[in-house]
C-alpha cells in the first residue's frame, strides 16, 4: 500500500514540479516531445477524483479505462514520469534524463 500511495503521490509532486525538473536536467526539446511528455492533467483529475485504494483503481485511472493487457511498449510509457511501468514491472521510472549510446558524450 505505501508504493501505491507513493506512485500517486510522486505523479502528484512530479506535475507540479516538471518544468523545474525539465530545466535542471537539461531535457532537450526532442526528448519532450517524443520521450518524455508532460504528465497528462487528465490522468491526474482522475487519480485525484477516484482516490485510488488499490493497484487496479490506479490502473484505470492511468489508462483511463480498466486494461488487463499489460503491455511494455504502450504509448502512455512516454510521459516524463512512467506509471506504465509500475503495472508489470512494479517500478516507477523518470524519463527526464537525456541519454545517449556514444562513449564519448
Not at 10 to 25: D, F, S, W, Y
Not at 69 to 93: A, K, M, P
Request: a positive charge; aromatic letters at 8%; hydrophobic letters at 35%.
Amino acid at each position: 500500500m505505501k508504493t501505491l500511495r507513493f506512485g500517486i503521490e510522486i505523479e502528484t509532486v512530479g506535475h507540479k514540479q516538471e518544468r523545474l525538473l525539465e530545466t535542471a536536467l537539461g531535457v532537450s526539446a526532442a526528448r519532450l516531445v517524443r520521450n518524455c511528455r508532460p504528465i497528462d492533467a487528465a490522468i491526474l483529475q482522475r487519480l485525484e477524483a477516484r482516490r485510488p485504494r488499490n493497484l487496479q483503481e490506479v490502473n484505470e485511472a492511468w489508462y483511463g479505462r480498466r486494461n488487463s493487457i499489460l503491455n511494455r511498449y504502450d504509448s502512455s510509457r512516454y510521459h516524463g514520469l512512467n506509471l506504465n511501468s509500475l503495472f508489470f514491472r512494479g517500478t516507477i521510472e523518470f524519463r527526464y534524463v537525456n541519454g545517449t549510446m556514444h562513449a564519448n558524450e
